[in-house]
């Protein structure tokens, strides 16, 4: 069945090609660009946030073993700890400031 769909559809398109350089009508902006974008933009920042919650929880879960083995280092480990974690949001933030610009900026008119 599907074999003789691939022959038919291929005529199809071959035959109208008059209809693949259609022009666009007046007053339409950058065709498939603008759902893609948003597409591209939600499964980045999805993708980004679950990494770096990963990357959070991993760095926390360390921290706080090394310091129920060394106590008395608990201050210089935090310390390292919270530099860490805001490196780590920074990568989310990143990817939010490109979403936004592909959300709002038009690249195709």
Known sequence: ???SLVPAAMAAVLAVPGVAFAQAPEGSTGGWVGPFA??????AMAFAAGLCALGQGRAIA???DAMARQPGAAARIQTAMIIGLALIESLAIYVLVVAMILLFVQPIK
């Open 38 to 43: 948003v597409l591209v933009a939600g499964f």
């Open 62 to 64: 360390s921290a706080v």
């Open 1 to 3: 069945m599907r074999r």
